[in-house]
């Protein structure tokens, strides 16, 4: 692999430094990297069959609503043309993309509901900590692998959290 697009939805500034570290720690892994910022849906397919001509080999997902909520067109998308995909979120991984590394949903939501049931009982949310992330999902969808004709690495499948077969 020698090159791969950052594929995004209307930059903002949630996912800014996203898009401006992503194309440092590819070149330090000797990638190039190009971001695409994709402004309608119409666009997904057409910028799909642009990466895949121009031999790109393989597209990573930034954070946004709307590529979550057309992560099947876009898993569809990318396996036709033979791209893996990777994202932020098991659910993109258990709509067909290859592969998904991020915080947890489950520990995110847990936390949450603490901070929730602290401030039902009288605490005031300015007072409350502002915590980072501490468990990450790695998740691999094997399917998807075996349709772009990718071996896992059996080291990669132990250190899952999920495997989808």
Do not use: C
């Amino acid at each position: 692999m020698k090159s791969v697009v950052i594929l995004t939805h209307q930059a903002s500034a949630v996912n800014a430094l996203a898009l401006k570290e992503a194309p440092i720690a590819a070149r330090r892994l000797g990638l190039e990297a190009r971001v695409i910022e994709v402004r309608d849906t119409n666009e997904l397919e057409p910028v799909f069959t642009m990466i895949a001509r121009e031999r790109t080999r393989g597209v990573v997902l930034v954070p946004s609503s709307v590529l979550w909520v057309h992560r099947i067109q876009i898993a569809e998308l990318a396996t036709k043309r033979g791209l893996p995909v990777v994202g932020w979120t098991s659910t993109l991984t258990k709509s067909g993309i290859l592969l998904s590394y991020g915080p947890s949903t489950f520990d995110i939501l847990r936390r949450a509901g603490g901070h929730v049931a602290r401030i039902l009982k009288g605490a005031k949310p300015a007072d409350l900590p502002v915590e980072q992330p501490t468990k990450f999902d790695l998740v691999i969808n094997l399917k998807t692998a075996k349709a772009l004709g990718l071996p896992i690495p059996q080291s990669l499948l132990l250190r899952a959290d999920q495997v989808i077969e």
